[in-house]
């Protein structure tokens, strides 16, 4: 049993799927991606996979749901498990960017949702994007 786990800090997805065939052929017998919940899809900073905004879609600047379930398929195809790592602790910091930093995600996304419904739904894990993540 290969019981090597690769962290996979930051990489895209698409870099991981390029990746696989090696990754398995070094002798890794699993990959550790980074938190694929929702977060700044332009912020290639590490940081920002901790920063999610919705819990309920997967986009950052690492990939879409699409991309994970790719990664996922190809790196089983290839006999290495993936496990992700995940963040329900906290939320993004949005103090000072709207006037309620703790509903979250926050009328303008939700407006975006909305606007994007299309590709929104595509990413959607679970959930109705018609209201916040914790409605009262």
Request: aromatic share 12%; charged share 25%.
């Amino acid at each position: 049993m290969r019981d090597v786990i690769l962290h996979a800090f930051n990489w895209q997805l698409k870099k991981v799927v390029a990746e696989a065939a090696q990754i398995a052929s070094c002798g890794y017998g699993a990959v550790l991606i980074p938190p694929p919940i929702y977060s700044d899809e332009h912020g290639a900073e590490w940081w920002q996979r901790y920063q999610p905004k919705d819990y309920r879609i997967l986009r950052s600047w690492l990939g879409n749901k699409a991309d994970i379930e790719q990664a996922i398929a190809v790196l089983h195809h290839h006999g290495v498990r993936v496990y992700a790592d995940i963040v329900f602790n906290h939320m993004a910091n949005e103090k000072g960017v709207r006037s309620d930093p703790y509903t979250f995600p926050g009328e303008a996304q939700l407006a975006r949702y909305q606007n994007e419904r299309q590709a929104f739904e595509r990413d959607r894990l679970y959930g109705s994007l018609d209201e916040g993540s914790f409605p009262l």
